[in-house]
């Protein structure tokens, strides 16, 4: 009887949360199963030292910590009741170190990281939003996909006064390696600077809990259309055991819907990579099925499939680490005899 009533009081407390969710637009069903972690930028910036260099904050000392928070809460409650497993790296006003950002990504093994924050600039009348990839966009074109998708729908949601510089950037444009966020994680990943707090119009806006929800919907519904036009996956097959050669077979995934063509595979013809250490390997493909060999596994061993459906949505399997497998669902696990 006691367990029935603490069952029935939790059951009330997740109706209720859930009661707070707007109706979600048809696209949100094409999210469910995904595993995706949200980082709220900085936190636990207290105290007169940050106060007096008026560190991340606007100018009547709104923190940019507590807004990327109310929005990734807000965010992961949307991404939740679309079926997502949402992992977050914080959820309180404390510091959290880049390195602890990128591990609990990597150790969660999840499929996208998204990174939130607000810009800053001398330039009081800035006010633009820019979503920022890794690289070139050639280690995780995934990566690229998304920051455009997120990129237009912000503008069209939130509508930032300066739309002709919001777009897409390369996190080089910032440090030569890259910001370590985007760097450190083997995953698809988008640092967004949804706008910026330094404008003081911006400001008053951010401010306001409804347009944190804004905001959140807006990167929502970014997410929504991108996995609405499929989220290509390489799934493993048969594997040799980590660390030695053989035959891999790897099922594709176009991740698109199941409509008019989806009997066969819809991938853009001259698409598919399969990379070993960044070298291409030859590999053979039998319809839906890839299959390639490799005679020696090299200590450092980084396998890498890329390849995008017809609408040009690049897969989000990460590169695989044939030593370890890390991450690889269904991977074949080597048994120790208790002797070794
Ligand atoms: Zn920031």
């Avoid at 199963?33 to 207290?46: A, T, V």
């Avoid at 053979?284 to 980084?302: G, H, K, M, Q």
């Avoid at 890498?304 to 030593?323: A, G, H, M, V, Y």
């Amino acid at each position: 009887m006691r367990l029935l009533l603490v069952f029935m009081l939790f059951a009330t407390v997740t109706t209720a949360a859930r009661a707070d969710v707007p109706d979600l637009p048809y696209q949100a069903r094409y999210l469910a199963g995904l595993k995706i972690c949200l980082d709220p930028g900085h936190g636990g910036d207290i105290g007169e030292h940050y106060e007096t260099t008026g560190y991340k904050r606007g100018p009547s000392g709104l923190r940019e910590a507590v807004i990327n928070l109310r929005i990734t809460e807000r965010l992961g409650e949307l991404l939740a009741a679309s079926g997502c497993e949402v992992i977050h790296t914080r959820q309180e006003d404390v510091e959290v170190s880049l390195e602890d950002r990128t591990r609990i990504a990597r150790e969660n093994c999840v499929d996208l990281f998204l990174s939130i924050h607000h810009n800053t600039s001398t330039r009081a009348s800035a006010n633009f939003s820019s979503m920022w990839y890794h690289g070139d966009g050639s280690t995780r074109p995934a990566s690229l996909d998304l920051s455009r998708y997120l990129s237009d729908s912000i503008i069209r949601t939130i509508e930032p006064s300066e739309p002709q510089y919001s777009g897409v950037y390369s996190d080089r444009l910032m440090y030569e390696s890259g910001f370590h966020v985007l760097r450190e994680v083997p995953m698809p990943a988008v640092l967004l600077e949804c706008s910026f707090l330094t404008n003081p119009d911006e400001e008053r806006r951010l401010s306001k809990s409804s347009y944190n929800d804004k905001e959140a919907w807006a990167i929502f519904l970014g997410l929504c259309e991108w996995a609405a036009n499929g989220v290509p996956r390489a799934l493993p097959l048969e594997m040799p055991l980590p660390g030695e050669p053989g035959e891999f077979v790897f099922e594709l995934k176009d991740g698109m819907k199941e409509t008019w063509g989806a009997g066969a595979l819809r991938l853009r013809p001259g698409s598919l990579r399969v990379m070993l250490n960044d070298d291409p390997i030859a590999f053979y493909l039998d319809e839906n099925l890839l299959r390639f060999s490799l005679d020696e596994i090299p200590e450092v061993a980084t396998l890498e499939i890329q390849f995008e459906n017809r609408t040009k949505n690049s897969s989000i399997t990460p590169p695989i680490d044939l030593r370890s497998y890390l991450c690889v669902p269904g991977a074949p696990v080597p048994i120790f005899s208790p002797e070794e």
